[in-house]
Structures are given as structure tokens and as C-alpha cells.
């Protein structure tokens, strides 16, 4: 019996979509680590680097841990945002340079007075939003009549997705009952990975 391969997965979703709820859930079931995007950037911004500086270290800093993670034989999902078909590539090209399953699953939730609750409710990272409308407190380049109402639709209604099967969760739901769903899913592409189908967005139960 051959043990089971190692993976690279890349979390997506709006914020307040429940990307690190749900990271930390299947890292927990696949022996997995984390690698926390915002995290990393709020420490950058702790130590007086600035927001759009910050944005890129973190960015490159991402992928030098997840190559050392998976040099050491680890599976490792990225926890953050992929708004750029860049930050796609980079996913794909590293699971494929070390012979990983590439996985992308995108957390929606189309409901931004939700998301606007979900942001008001948590205690936030400096790197992070605390509700639609209130960007990151150092993100002064954001104009201040920007539409972050537009911005939310659109992150939702045109998700940056890379080619291939893909995993969707609907996260109003229970967490748990959307970590078995993603399970369930990636069970799935195990057994078919040259699915091209996009499954539909479907709720869990």
C-alpha cells in the first residue's frame, strides 16, 4: 500500500470567508501546516514596515516557507487571498516541481452582511480588515471613496481560479460540516486527478 501522497493546497475566499477557520481544520485532519499570510504581514507591519512593502515580503515569504515546509516532507496549506492568476502559478509550479497534488479550495459566501458581521466580530491582525468598509488601519493608499461593497461583489462573483478541478464549500455552514464536505471532495479528485469539472456551488448538507 502506498502511503498517501503529500499536498500543496491554496485556500481562497473573501475575507470573513472562514479561509483560516477551515485551513486549521484540515491541517488538523491531513497532517498538514499552515502558513498564515496575514500573519506574516502583520508582524512586517509591527516592525514599522510599510503596508504595500509589507504586502510583498509576505507574499515572497509565503512560498520560501512552503518550499523549505515541503522540503522537509510536510503537506502545507496557504492561507490567503488569490486575487492574482501570479499567485496561482507560483502555487501550481511548486507542487509540480516536487511532484505534490495541487489542491484549490475557495471558501464563498455570498452574503457581504455576513462577511461584514463575520469582520466585526473577530479580533482582527493589524494586516486585516475589521469590516467591509474599514480596510487595514495602515492600507492609506486605499481612496476613501472606493465602493469596498463593489470590491466584495466582485471578489465573490469572479473569483481568480486556476484551470481544473476545483473544490467550492459553502462556509455559512457549520465548520465542520464544511471541513467533511472538502474531505469528501478531495477523496474525490484522489481518485480522478485529471477531473477538469468545476463542480457546482452547492451547500454541504
Known sequence: MHPPRKQLIQMSGAPGSGKSTMANLLAQSIDAVVINHDLIKAFFLENDISFDQSAKLTYNFDWVL?????KQGRSVIIDSTCNYNEV???GT????????DYRYIECRVDDID???QRLRDRVPLRSQRTAVNCPPPDASAVRHDQDHHALFKNWIENPCRPSGYIIVVNSNDNPEDCLAYILKQMKHTAVDKHATEVPPFTKTD
Open 66 to 70: 512552503a518550499e523549505d515546509m515541503i
Open 114 to 116: 455576513l462577511l461584514d
Open 88 to 90: 496561482l502559478d507560483r
Open 93 to 100: 509550479a511548486l507542487a509540480c516541481k516536487y511532484g505534490y
